[in-house]
């Protein structure tokens, strides 16, 4: 056990829709990092927050967007779902800004039908 | 862009023999990680390398940094099935402000 919470493990919609992914961090741990991994396209990294702001960003689409609470829990916003966008979403928290150690939760399996 | 490519893309062995996963990139990272995933699990970190030239004993595994900071090496010696899995290395360059997935190493090791 990792330490990290994400919810739901599963999730099934349709396409044009919009979910919200929820991860929780370490405690501790200021840095959250939001990955999709897919067979084709491998591990992807989203976007990283660190304390409630946001720090980088990768191949996040504009459809996709995050936010970090007060509280160091996030959440990853997912609209007009595409049947591309059924992925595996992995949170990882760390402690630090950047590098170092990260561990990662276990993953929401998004399935768009 | 900045890419990170691993060979082979997949390895079954028969368990007790030794070997080598390679991350290779044309672009300089800050730092270097190399993580295991196993099915619907996330991955876990193993070791992360910093310093060029930099090699990493972690028991029967030994991580390695190129000297430029371009690639790195994971050698397993005497594989177990324990380690089976897929080996993910993952760049960072900090002064952009990303991090890169290699595509993964998927090991297989026969009892």
């Known amino acids: 056990d990792s330490g990290v919470t994400q919810t739901p493990k599963h999730l099934i919609t349709a396409t044009g829709q919009r979910v919200t992914l929820r991860c929780s961090p370490r405690?501790?741990?200021?840095?959250v990092y939001w990955y999709q991994q897919s067979l084709d396209q491998g591990l992807q990294f989203l976007i990283q927050?660190?304390?409630?702001?946001?720090?980088a960003k990768g191949n996040i689409l504009e459809r996709f967007s995050a936010q970090q609470f007060p509280d160091l829990h996030s959440e990853l916003n997912l609209s007009s779902l595409e049947l591309g966008d059924s992925a595996l979403y992995f949170c990882?928290?760390?402690?630090?800004?950047?590098?170092?150690?990260?561990?990662f939760g276990q993953g929401t399996r998004l399935t768009v039908v | 862009t900045q890419l990170l490519e691993q060979s082979p893309q997949f390895l079954s062995i028969q368990e007790g023999e030794n070997l080598t996963v390679y991350c290779n990139s044309s672009?300089?990272?800050?730092?270097l990680q190399w993580y295991r995933q196993e099915p619907g699990e996330g991955p876990v970190l193993l070791v992360t390398?910093?310093?060029?030239?930099e090699v990493k004993k972690l028991k029967r595994l030994t991580f390695q940094f190129g000297d430029a900071r371009k690639d790195s090496s994971l050698h397993i010696t005497a594989a177990q099935p324990g380690d089976t899995g897929l080996y993910l290395c993952?760049?960072?360059?900090?002064?952009?402000?990303?991090?890169?997935f290699g595509s993964g190493t998927r090991l297989s090791i026969r009892p």
């Open positions: 993952a760049g960072e360059n900090s002064s952009a402000s990303k991090i890169i």
């Open positions: 672009s300089v990272f800050s730092s």
């Open positions: 390398v910093v310093t060029g030239g």
């Open positions: 927050y660190y304390n409630g702001e946001e720090r």
């Open positions: 990882a928290s760390s402690p630090h800004e950047e590098g170092g150690k990260a561990f």
């Open positions: 405690s501790g741990d200021l840095s």
